[in-house]
């Protein structure tokens, strides 16, 4: 065994969403601690430019690298789409992102061959959802929507509320005019809203929520990568959550989404990486 199989995983998002990455992994990976890093002061990142996201995410990885981090999970789309590729060549540990298991899952899931995905509109103009997605099955038809204001109102904690309803009808009740059967929650703060989406587009759409395909992709990368903590699971997890902004805020949140409540969350000033 070598001695970075104790060593956490590394997960970052611009703020809360990728908390719903950061629970599939552990409900699926329970032997593994995380190192989460939520970019709070800077939220949202899907309105922001390739050259913005690339140097947040940069930044945070130069973060994460200095927690000893055997591995890291991109849990944002818009980083995934803008900033994974060039990451990649640059570290010497793996990184995975959420874009390519959830177009494999739809792929797999779909009937009629046509995928609705919604996103920021950084991962939506990247178009990288319909390229993975034609390169695994080429006739598929991909119809992608931005939902701008979806990150906002689950930042804010308006899970539920009529607002969210009203506008989650304007966004979606569009895409089904194209009778998708499998709709991508391509943003990682998009499966916080997997009710009120539901209802919406009804139960004959599959929704893909590429969280759980991810935490998959990752227990197969450190197997591969003989990486994979031997702990069976652990009755004290050592998670360790950081934000650069309104640390109380996120702890409150995450403990409203996570299977245990934390209970230290830290900021740090991610311009000094
Ligand atoms: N949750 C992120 C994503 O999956 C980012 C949302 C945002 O910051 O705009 O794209």
Request: overall charge negative; hydrophobic content about 40%.
């Amino acid at each position: 065994m070598s001695k970075d199989c104790k060593a956490p995983i590394g997960v970052f998002d611009s703020g809360v969403g990728g908390l719903t990455v950061a629970r599939e992994i552990m409900r699926n990976l329970p032997g593994e601690d995380i190192v989460y890093f939520g970019d709070t002061a800077r939220v949202p990142y899907g309105s922001k430019s390739k050259a913005t996201v690339l140097r947040y995410s940069r930044q945070i990885v130069r973060f994460l690298k200095t927690q000893q981090v055997k591995a890291i999970v991109i849990a944002c789309n818009t980083a995934s789409a803008y900033a994974l590729e060039d990451i990649r060549k640059e570290i010497e540990i793996p990184i995975i992102g959420v874009i390519q298991p959830g177009a494999k899952v739809a792929c797999e899931t779909t009937a009629n061959g046509r995928i609705g995905v919604i996103g920021t509109k950084a991962t939506i103009s990247s178009g990288i959802y319909t390229s993975f997605m034609r390169r695994q099955k080429p006739d598929v038809q991909v119809v992608g929507k931005p939902c701008p204001l979806f990150v906002p109102l689950v930042e804010e904690g308006w899970i539920k509320d009529p607002i969210t309803v009203e506008v989650a009808k304007r966004y979606l009740e569009e895409l089904l005019q194209y009778d998708i059967d499998t709709l991508i929650l391509g943003c990682t703060h998009y499966p916080l809203l997997r009710s009120t989406i539901r209802e919406i587009v009804g139960e004959k759409v599959t929704l893909v929520n590429p969280a759980y395909e991810t935490a998959i992709e990752l227990r197969e990368l450190l197997e591969r990568e003989g990486l994979s903590n031997p702990a069976k699971g652990k009755e004290h997890p050592n998670h360790c959550f950081y934000v650069s902004d309104a640390a109380e805020d996120f702890r409150n949140f995450a403990n409203s989404i996570l299977p245990y409540d934390i209970e230290m969350t830290q900021q740090i000033n991610i311009e000094e990486y």
